[in-house]
């Protein structure tokens, strides 16, 4: 069983759609109040969420966008690129822009401990943009949900700041 903690009261810096949305602060609440470790030895809080229709809807059109990547080699390629290019125009204009969360990390709630400590790799390295959510579903359930019978995932990546400050928003309505 997964140990429930409350994390500490800070603010992530959210997609500027969500940050002006009324349901901001009802939404920081939410991600501070049902947040818990990735893993028993892990210090990374994660929000856990239900796995409703609200979210279920939004990650659908994700998909049908096709805005979502599967795969953890998959996912490493894209974050790494993408910090890459970031870098390059970070360096390019000699300024460093402020980081906010445009991406995010959706995954099952079975995973083993070796799988949530890839993922909190992941969150180490990219971290100020990207966000996880572990729904309350396990593998199965996510992945016929979101692609389809009979697929399985553990994991996968929102690429696009519009559908990760959907999902937000529609975890602010379950508060």
């Known amino acids: 069983m997964k ?10 810096s959210l997609p500027k759609q969500v940050e002006t949305d009324e349901r901001y602060e009802q939404l920081q609440s939410f991600l501070t109040q049902n947040s818990e470790k990735l893993w028993s030895g ?18 659908a059109l994700a998909r049908d966008k096709d805005r979502l990547s599967r795969g953890i080699e998959s996912i490493e390629r894209v974050l790494d690129n993408e910090a890459h290019g970031i ?3 970070d360096k390019k204009t000699g300024e460093k822009r402020v980081q906010r969360i445009s991406r995010m990390l959706v ?13 909190e790799s992941l969150l180490r390295q990219h971290g100020q943009r990207v966000m996880a959510l572990r ?18 995932v553990k994991l996968f990546l929102v690429e696009h700041k519009e559908d990760v400050a959907a999902i937000l928003l529609a975890l602010a309505d379950q508060a």
Request: proline share 6%; charged share 25%; hydrophobic share 50%.
């Open 3 to 12: 140990q429930k903690v409350t994390a500490p009261e800070t603010k992530l």
């Open 42 to 59: 892990s210090s990374v809080l994660v929000p856990v969420a239900a796995f409703s229709d609200p979210v279920k809807a939004v990650l």
């Open 87 to 89: 870098a390059l125009v």
């Open 107 to 119: 995954m099952s709630n079975d995973g083993v401990e070796r799988f949530y400590r890839k993922v």
């Open 135 to 152: 729904v309350s579903a396990d593998a199965k359930q996510l992945g016929a949900a979101v692609f389809g019978p009979e697929k399985a």
